[in-house]
Nanobody, 119 residues
Framework: QVQLVESGGGLVQPGGSLRLSCAAS????????MSWYRQAPGKERELVAL????????NYADPVKGRFTISRDNAKNTVYLQMNSLKPEDTAVYYC????????????WGQGTQVTVSS
């Protein structure tokens, strides 16, 4: 079955960095769009960054442009989110998402990893 397992979250001071990882299994990773979302307390889940199946195209939410980088290793079935210059407003639970279409929409989520930016 499809599994997405995030890791790498934690507590970091403002200005610091973290790298999140999402290990995927149960589907053809190299054919799938992978994304990172986040959800802060009291707010809706929002898209942070996405990577097309080959990694040749990426897209970022405006608040993280220039600070976050999404990348993927199709040989390891893993997608990463490098987060630099972290701000308190980046505090949220970060989720990995896999999305592809067959005859139906296939939309899967990881369990989430907490990122807290605080001094």
């Amino acid at each position: 079955q499809v599994q997405l397992v995030e890791s790498g979250g934690g507590l970091v001071q403002p200005g610091g960095s973290l790298r999140l990882s999402c290990a995927a299994s149960g589907f053809t990773f190299s054919s799938v769009r992978m994304s990172w979302y986040r959800q802060a307390p009291g707010k809706e889940r929002e898209l942070v960054a996405l990577s097309t199946s080959t990694g040749g195209s990426t897209n970022y939410a405006d608040p993280v442009k220039g600070r976050f980088t999404i990348s993927r290793d199709n040989a390891k079935n893993t997608v990463y989110l490098q987060m630099n210059s972290l701000k308190p407003e980046d505090t949220a639970v970060y989720y990995c998402n896999a999305l592809w279409w067959t005859t139906v929409r296939n939309d899967y989520w990881g369990q989430g990893t907490q990122v807290t930016v605080s001094s």
